[in-house]
């Protein structure tokens, strides 16, 4: 299994970015996804959390409270991927974002946490 990031950038505040992950590998069942972000020198904080929803529910989402408002997560079921919408970028949401997801390989395994490679986002002011 393999969490693939796509999305990245130097934006001046103000600006949007739009952040998108892919879970692809032998998944059985995607759980929760999300993404976390690690500030220079601060340790890793999670951005926003989403869970899998039905087909007609779409999944519960919770947020920090710094970018309440601001950021949007989603998912796409079909296609196994995660969107943040990241709109009013300050200066202090740079960091490296980090994309997450529980995922079950097997009707026999519970699940686990994977994660993606880092993306940068830099917010200039």
């Known amino acids: 299994v393999q969490l693939q990031a796509f999305g990245r950038g130097v934006v001046q505040a103000g600006r949007s970015v739009r952040l998108s992950c892919a879970a692809c590998?032998?998944?059985?069942?995607?759980?929760?996804m999300g993404w976390y972000r690690q500030p220079p020198g601060k340790q890793r904080e999670l951005v926003a959390r989403?869970?899998?929803?039905?087909?007609?529910?779409?999944?519960?989402?919770n947020y920090a409270d710094s970018v309440k408002g601001r950021f949007t997560i989603s998912r796409d079921n079909a296609k196994n991927t995660v969107y943040l919408q990241m709109n009013s970028l300050k200066p202090e949401d740079t960091a490296v974002h980090y994309c997450?997801?529980?995922?079950?390989?097997?009707?026999?395994?519970?699940?686990?946490?994977?994660w993606g490679k880092g993306t940068q986002v830099t917010v200039s002011s």
């Open positions: 989403i869970d899998a929803g039905t087909m007609l529910v779409a999944g519960s989402t």
């Open positions: 590998g032998s998944i059985f069942r995607l759980n929760a």
């Open positions: 997450n997801a529980y995922i079950s390989t097997s009707l026999y395994h519970y699940g686990m946490d994977y």
